[in-house]
């Protein structure tokens, strides 16, 4: 499928926020968030998910705007809490602005991703309402997970992918959830959809750590290497903490740390385990309906494993 004419509905679609006085502090960074547009993954993951069960793609618009704001909603404070300065190629809100212009900026942009679910035409409202709010929440612990986890001596697998899942995957395991309600799918059907959201997430993820060191800037759209310099506990670094002393992998510097991992197999191994999720992802998919929608679910699935090439 051609995503082009679909992202520009979409475009139109979370752009159509509706505020109730013109106040320049709070508006203007969040056009500015907008205007970035990154991929659209998750509102594309909204549409499609309904459209593979037979759902109008009208009916899904404002639960994927919905979607996409909370998304830039937590952008906005990530990169406040991780001191990042560039996000998409651009300045951060909070660099090209200041701290607290940021903060109201994503504030209003979580506020307006409620007003945009609760506009949705089809679909059992208080259920999608729910799930949407449990789904904040969740987020907000994996960013706190996150950030706990740059104080902790060490980390355990199963703690990193419990981090994860909160932090990324439940967003997109979300998206997929919501794209089902509107089409007002079976509950079989829906269920298969989050678990092709959430293997699809956690792959995301996993390779999200690997493209922070591996990706150049341009590609990757913020600062290569900021895991590390945050101190951050990835994938990466647990790999690589079983095989060498893990006091010393802080303190390498990016080129050191990036020899490390091919020389201990770390990058083999990471590429491995998010390859899994993405083959788990796809064989959800094969248990859907088989339509052009589908397809093109298993055509984004490909496009993200891809990414970074």
């Known amino acids: 499928m051609n995503f082009d004419s679909l992202l520009k509905e979409l475009e139109h679609e979370i752009s159509q926020i509706q505020g109730f006085y013109p106040v320049a502090t709070f508006y203007d960074p969040i056009h500015y968030v907008l205007a970035l547009k990154g991929k659209r993954i998750r509102?594309?993951?909204?549409?499609?998910?309904?459209?593979?069960?037979?759902g109008k793609k009208e009916d899904a618009y404002d639960a994927a705007a919905a979607?996409?704001?909370?998304?830039?909603?937590?952008?906005?404070?990530?990169?406040?809490?991780?001191?990042?300065?560039?996000?998409?190629?651009?300045?951060t809100v909070h660099k090209k602005w200041n701290i607290s212009t940021a903060i109201l900026a994503g504030d209003g942009l979580m506020g307006f991703a409620f007003q945009k679910l609760l506009q949705s035409p089809k679909g059992p409202i208080r259920k999608m309402a729910k799930r949407f709010t449990d789904a904040m929440i969740i987020i907000c612990e994996g960013q706190g997970l996150d950030k706990e986890f740059e104080k902790k001596?060490?980390?355990?697998?199963?703690?990193?992918?419990?981090?994860?899942?909160?932090?990324?995957?439940?967003?997109?395991e979300l998206s997929c959830e919501l794209g089902g309600y509107t089409a007002s799918g079976k509950t079989s059907h829906i269920k298969l959809l989050s678990k092709?959201?959430?293997?699809?997430?956690?792959?995301?993820?996993?390779?999200?750590?690997?493209?922070?060191?591996?990706?150049?800037?341009?590609?990757?759209?913020?600062?290569?290497?900021?895991?590390?310099?945050?101190?951050?506990?990835?994938?990466?670094?647990?790999?690589?903490?079983?095989?060498?002393?893990?006091?010393?992998?802080?303190?390498?510097?990016?080129?050191?740390?990036?020899?490390?991992?091919?020389?201990?197999?770390?990058?083999?191994q990471a590429r491995e385990i998010y390859l899994k999720?993405?083959?788990?992802?796809?064989?959800?998919?094969?248990?859907?309906?088989?339509?052009?929608?589908?397809?093109?679910?298993?055509?984004?699935?490909?496009?993200i494993k891809n990414r970074g090439k």
């Open 196 to 268: 092709f959201g959430r293997s699809l997430g956690m792959g995301f993820q996993v390779q999200d750590d690997l493209l922070d060191i591996t990706a150049e800037e341009e590609t990757l759209g913020k600062d290569v290497g900021s895991d590390l310099r945050m101190h951050k506990q990835t994938l990466l670094t647990i790999l690589l903490a079983q095989k060498i002393d893990e006091r010393a992998i802080f303190k390498m510097n990016l080129s050191d740390f990036k020899r490390a991992l091919a020389d201990y197999g770390v990058l083999q």
């Open 43 to 54: 509102p594309l993951l909204v549409i499609l998910s309904s459209m593979a069960l037979n």
């Open 67 to 91: 979607v996409e704001l909370l998304h830039n909603f937590t952008l906005v404070h990530d990169d406040i809490m991780d001191e990042d300065d560039t996000r998409r190629g651009k300045p």
């Open 153 to 172: 001596e060490s980390v355990v697998f199963d703690e990193y992918l419990n981090m994860i899942y909160r932090k990324t995957a439940s967003l997109i």
């Open 277 to 303: 999720y993405f083959s788990d992802a796809q064989n959800y998919l094969r248990q859907l309906p088989d339509n052009a929608a589908n397809d093109s679910l298993r055509e984004l699935c490909d496009t």
